[in-house]
């Protein structure tokens, strides 16, 4: 009989679900923006999944948790605990950064609250500017916002569901999922470090399309188009979030003994 193996210690992550309304006539009324991961990639290469990754210790540094604006940490600790290595806060920067990163939106506003205007031709220079200077890992993404007077724009973003990986992957994440409404004045970009995909897709067709085999996707990403697909519109989609509280999470911290087992593609939700 073969020794228990201790499961790896999760690693804290944050996720963006991306939003918009759908052009007048589409066949459903929300669409939700998805990327594919690098199929290189040791975790999850080649899912198709929300913009996110792991929260990095600077993440939780008092720089950065000053430069949050909409949310401090003691609102951010009655949305869910943290820890002493992840502040409750720390996934809100980490959702910043990571949407940034992996699609060049970037979710900030000046030191009175009112937020840039990316159409502007010199605010989209400084954006690009401080997402190249984050990927050459140039300083630490509180201090590129401090150099453009910047703070990140957290009243963008309500809590949606937390995943934890299941005990027997070698690679795993607590991660916290938040929804945005995509900003008006910019526009998700494909960049190709980590990911080889970017598109917008209704939520119901992505939600079959993975039924039917068409699209790979672990957990998370299932749950959160199913999820979407059952609104009506970004408003009511917006106003049922409103509690800041989280509508789902995942199946290991409801089964464990038999998820192995498990019939994922079990019609749970309506197609």
Not at 72 to 85: K, L, S
Not at 96 to 117: A, M, T
Not at 248 to 263: A, C, K, L, P
């Amino acid at each position: 009989m073969s020794a228990a193996v201790t499961p790896v210690e999760p690693k804290p992550a944050a996720s963006v679900v991306l939003v918009r309304p759908s052009p007048p006539g589409a066949p459903e009324p929300i669409e939700v923006y998805m990327i594919r991961r690098q199929r290189s990639m040791k975790f999850l290469g080649g899912f198709y999944a929300f913009p996110g990754g792991k929260v990095d210790p600077a993440d939780g540094s008092p720089a950065a948790l000053a430069r949050c604006h909409g949310l401090d940490t003691v609102g951010a600790e009655t949305v869910f605990r943290g820890d002493d290595a992840a502040p409750a806060l720390a996934f809100w920067v980490a959702a910043v950064r990571e949407l940034l990163e992996e699609s060049g939106i970037l979710l900030v506003c000046d030191g009175h609250g009112r937020p840039l205007d990316a159409r502007e031709a010199a605010v989209a220079v400084r954006i690009e500017r401080c997402r190249k200077a984050l990927m050459a890992a140039e300083a630490p993404f509180a201090e590129l916002l401090a150099r453009e007077g910047w703070y990140c724009d957290l009243g963008g973003l309500r809590y949606l569901s937390h995943f934890i990986t299941p005990r027997s992957s070698p690679i795993r994440f607590s991660a916290r999922f938040f929804l945005c409404r995509a900003p008006s004045d910019q526009e998700p970009r494909l960049f190709t470090e980590e990911t080889s995909e970017g598109f917008w897709i209704h939520p119901g067709l992505g939600y079959r399309r993975f039924l039917a085999d068409e699209m790979t996707m672990a957990e998370p990403a299932e749950y959160g188009l199913a999820w979407l697909a059952q609104f009506g519109s970004i408003e009511d989609l917006w106003e049922a979030h409103a509690d800041g509280r989280h509508k789902f999470h995942g199946i290991v911290d409801r089964i464990d003994v038999f998820w192995q087992r498990f019939d994922w593609k079990q019609n749970r939700f309506p197609t």
